[in-house]
């Protein structure tokens, strides 16, 4: 049982490229979230989903869109990587909204740096 | 801004001595929940408090929770060297004009056991 897998655990960018940040687990979980985890600053979320083919907005979600087209999966893109990206992602599930049982289960997180 | 702060920032202690850590929150909450990252990791999810309980236990894990005063502890007895890890709060917040709540994290307290 791999819980949440994402990938790539490490990418390096250069300022405008893009990319894709894969989010997969295996709990058949409905909802699914996009954190971002800067240093000081905590874990702020980005974009989070409710079920597939479904997303919407956190905290921070200028200059990330998101994509939900199965349930299992939770996709982050950058289309025009800034310096501000630079940070360490973490995808997160749960059964269902933290009101109604609260436990989110982590990803390991990806380190993104954009030069 | 952040809805829960962790305090302190970083506590250091001996092994077999008690941890304890702090947290403020803002607003109205369902339930606080508190979770543990080890260097490098995903944070992993310790105990749920809901905001009709006052304390709960798990192992050597005992939280209380101060609805009045907008505050939560986590007291880790007996510590360990392998309890050196970032400790985060994390409550249900309504999130700002969708009325969906989604759960947002502090800073963290970062515990340092020396053996």
């Known amino acids: 049982n791999a819980g949440v897998t994402q990938t790539p655990k490490f990418r390096v960018l250069k300022t405008g490229q893009s990319m894709t940040l894969l989010c997969a687990q295996d709990?058949?979980?409905?909802?699914m979230y996009w954190y971002r985890q800067d240093p000081g600053m905590g874990l702020r979320l980005i974009h989070y989903?409710?079920?597939?083919?479904?997303?919407a907005k956190g905290e921070v979600p200028d200059g990330y869109n998101v994509s939900r087209l199965k349930k299992q999966n939770f996709l982050l893109g950058l289309e025009s990587a800034a310096p501000s990206q630079t940070s360490v992602y973490f995808c997160?599930?749960?059964?269902?909204?933290?009101?109604?049982?609260?436990?989110?289960?982590f990803g390991e997180g990806s380190r993104l740096t954009v030069l | 801004s952040q809805q829960g702060e962790e305090d302190p920032q970083a506590l250091s202690i001996q092994e077999g001595e008690n941890a304890t850590m702090n947290c403020s929150y803002k607003?109205?909450?369902?339930?606080l929940q508190w979770y543990r990252q080890n260097s490098g990791r995903g944070l992993v999810h310790l105990i749920l408090?809901?905001?009709?309980?006052r304390e709960k236990h798990s192992g050597r894990l005992r939280v209380t929770l101060d609805t009045s005063k907008k505050s939560s502890s986590l007291l880790i007895t007996a510590s360990r060297a392998a309890d050196t890890a970032s400790y985060f709060c994390?409550?249900?917040?309504?999130?700002?004009?969708?009325?969906?709540?989604?759960?947002?994290f502090g800073s963290g307290t970062r515990l340092q056991v020396q053996p």
């Open positions: 997160a599930s749960s059964h269902t909204g933290t009101s109604f049982t609260g436990e989110l289960f």
């Open positions: 709990m058949n979980h409905e909802y």
């Open positions: 989903s409710v079920g597939e083919g479904t997303t």
């Open positions: 607003t109205s909450i369902n339930n």
């Open positions: 408090i809901r905001s009709n309980e």
């Open positions: 994390a409550t249900d917040a309504r999130w700002n004009g969708t009325g969906r709540r989604a759960l947002t």
